[in-house]
């Protein structure tokens, strides 16, 4: 209806167009047409189409860019101008995913291209007139493909079909004892929204129907959207009284989408030529799957009906039931490529439906990609309480965490405080209710996301060290770090943030280095041969702060600063620092520079740029013009002489003639820079060897240095007795070191 109230407009405007007339409308008039038009885009599948829901067009039908483009005319609304011109004029709408509290519309969407993934589903009860018996019934698109399906309608005849394609057994909802939901079509009688959540890692959405008053049962679902490509939904139908009830799940397809079943997994999937849907729903005890053919599919006024294949799955129950399902959409070109499968985790000390819980697997034999994933839910407030969730201890109402081959990849955390291994080392905890978080692993960045307003004080999460890099909601934000966790405000919440709730090796892939002459590139390198084996024994001068502060990496920019002098804000940045009279003494030779005019960036990962750029200063080398010294390195990079310069010296030689310089120096490479400026200056390492917990972490080329830079006094080892070798190097770390080196160098030239 709002397409046609919008198309009334346009045909205003057409027929004023046609007679050389022009029709103003006031801007209160156009705020009424800008928020039908974003209604119209959200509610619309990707490309502009038709969601086929109800008594509507079919969804091939692209007539609502028309109504779009009129009104993107009349606004110049750079939005509505994006969807109308499907991204050719105008900008991206920031947001993808909408819940209209009014109409019960609920959308999901991974982008605004026509591949795009895009889920709809409505709790609306619109049964009169042109709407259907569909609550909570979903629409899916998929890379250019409707999966997922409305049978549309036929005509206004009744009948068999008709009754089938307008009844709940039509949609992809459930369906309770044979029988389709029933209602007034009154507003009082619409669905509750329970809970909804949309941000750039997971869109949940938790709703119920009232539309089973007749059969005896209320139905909830809940809907995940791991972007930006799989959902997981779980159906929860609570009876009110213990009359056995049979319940199925019903899907739907289009004609052609050659529909198969794995017998063995009870998998559902349609073989189209381009992309295809996937349904796994768990088969636990009771839940049969089934494939028939006796379904309708309709073309609108036409009256023409096709029969289908449709699937359900079905169980009968007295008490509670759920279903727990993924729905993967797969993309163009892996038809046959990708397997999936789910099965049900059970819950101890949990009544029945209270709470459900599934594992799942979606092996992509197409890029290698393996993602092995966790998904808890609690239905009912009496299940609210700690409890095992296959290999994880968890007080959440919602949880899901997934490992992308082998990796921890995602954790969506949502009603609760702790997210722990069954050892106890931690994942998540806090000291309050975290009410919704996405947090999603990167090489070395954490992101986290919320729309909600989540209280951060005392918030703790597991971090492996090579993240350097947090970001929150997409801006990069201040934390502290302690071992494996960072986390936010005075104190952490975990006790003991040496633990790991992952294997090291399979949250933080550390690459194996390739030798080279000098310093190494990219983790890699070596020179200075072999070695005795590092056995350090950490003192405890510290350089390093006990808490080190993980902040945004500073992009490889020179400041306008003054180097030699102390802004305000860099000495309020220092009072009370740990290293405040080096970092001082530092900046006030001209060694250090600021980050900005008012942060000298203590907390920030120092790039292999950065650190040639000081040490070059320290040892006052001149800079040298660049000439093709690396590759990588533009000649009018602000780095660019340093870099040379230190080439120059032998300090740095680079790895296939690349320095990398926007890359994070690690410890151990900082150490073996360090060893090969004192071995030019014939300074000899002498002194007792010390043992570090992770000696057996540093790299072989590495050792050496690691070695010769700790007996010199230059580095020493963490407070909790590791080297942490492959750890980035902090600019606080750094500045210190680098005054180490020079009192070094000046006692021994004297």
Known sequence: ????????????????????????????????????????????????????????????????????????????????????????????????????????KYTMRSDWNKAAVFLQTNADNAYESHGHKDDLSIILWGYDQYLLADPLYSSYQ??????????????????????SQSASGKTDNQGITNKWEANDIYDFADITTKNYGGQGVSHSRKILFVRPGYFLVFDHMKPNNDTAKNYKQYWH???????????????????????????????????????????????????????????????????????????????????????????????????????????????????????????????????????????????????????????LSEITFSGGKTLTAPDGAAYISAPQTVTDLGVRYGTSTLELATSAEVEREGLTIYAPKAITTVTWN????????????????????????????????????????????????????????????????????????????????????????????????MKAELEGHWAQKEISEMVEKGIVKGVSADSLGLGNATTRAEFAAMLVRALGLPETPQQGAFSDVPTDAWYAGALAAAKEAGILQGADGKANPEDNISREEMAKMLAAVCAGRGIEAAGEMKAFTDSGAVSDWAQQGVADSVKLGLMNGMEDGSFAPKEAALREQVIVVLERLLHLLENTSK
Not at 159 to 174: F, K, P
Not at 305 to 329: D, F, G, H, R, S
């Open 1 to 104: 209806y709002v397409d046609y109230a919008l198309n009334g407009i346009w045909s205003v405007q057409d027929y004023a167009e046609q007679m050389d007339e022009r029709v103003e409308y006031s801007d209160e008039v156009k705020n009424v047409m800008k928020t039908m038009a974003y209604y119209l885009m959200h509610a619309s599948g990707p490309g502009g189409r038709e969601i086929q829901q109800g008594d509507a067009y079919g969804y091939s039908s692209t007539g609502v860019k028309n109504q779009l483009k009129i009104i993107a005319e009349l606004t110049d609304d750079p939005y509505i101008w994006y969807v109308a011109t499907d991204g050719q004029r105008g900008l991206k709408p920031e947001d993808t995913s909408a819940m209209y509290a009014d109409g019960k």
């Open 474 to 569: 997409g801006e990069e934000v201040n934390v502290q770090r302690s071992g494996n966790y960072i986390y936010f405000g005075a104190a952490s919440s975990v006790a003991d943030t040496s633990k790991t709730p992952e294997p090291e090796d399979g949250s933080t892939p550390v690459k194996t280095p390739e030798p080279a002459p000098t310093l190494p590139s990219h983790g890699g390198g070596g020179g200075g041969g072999g070695g005795a084996a590092v056995a350090p024994k950490p003192t405890p001068t510290p350089e390093n702060t006990p808490t080190p502060t993980v902040t945004p990496q500073p992009t490889v920019t020179p400041d306008n600063h003054e180097s030699g002098t102390l802004s305000d804000g």
């Open 253 to 407: 397809f289009l004609p052609d989408a050659d529909v198969t079943m794995n017998e063995e997994t009870g998998v559902v999937r349609t073989n189209f030529p381009r992309a295809n849907v996937q349904i796994a729903t768990a088969l636990k005890d009771g839940v049969t799957p089934t494939i028939r053919e006796d379904g309708y599919y309709g073309l609108g006024h036409s009256g023409v009906i096709n029969n289908v294949k449709y699937a359900y799955y079905e169980q009968n129950a007295a008490e509670a039931a759920t279903y727990e399902t993924l729905i993967y959409p797969e993309e163009v070109g892996k038809r046959g490529l990708v397997q999936t499968k789910a099965e049900e985790i059970p819950l101890t000390g949990v009544a029945a439906g209270a709470a459900s819980a599934m594992q799942y697997v979606i092996d992509d034999r197409a890029d290698g990609e393996k993602i092995e994933g966790t998904a808890y839910l609690v239905h009912e407030s009496s299940a609210r309480t700690s409890r095992m969730v296959g290999d994880y201890v968890t007080d959440a109402s919602l949880l899901h965490v997934s490992h992308k081959a082998g990796k």
């Open 158 to 179: 009744g009948g068999t079909a008709s009754t089938w394609l307008t009844g709940t057994m039509g949609h992809n909802t459930v369906v309770v004892n044979n029988a």
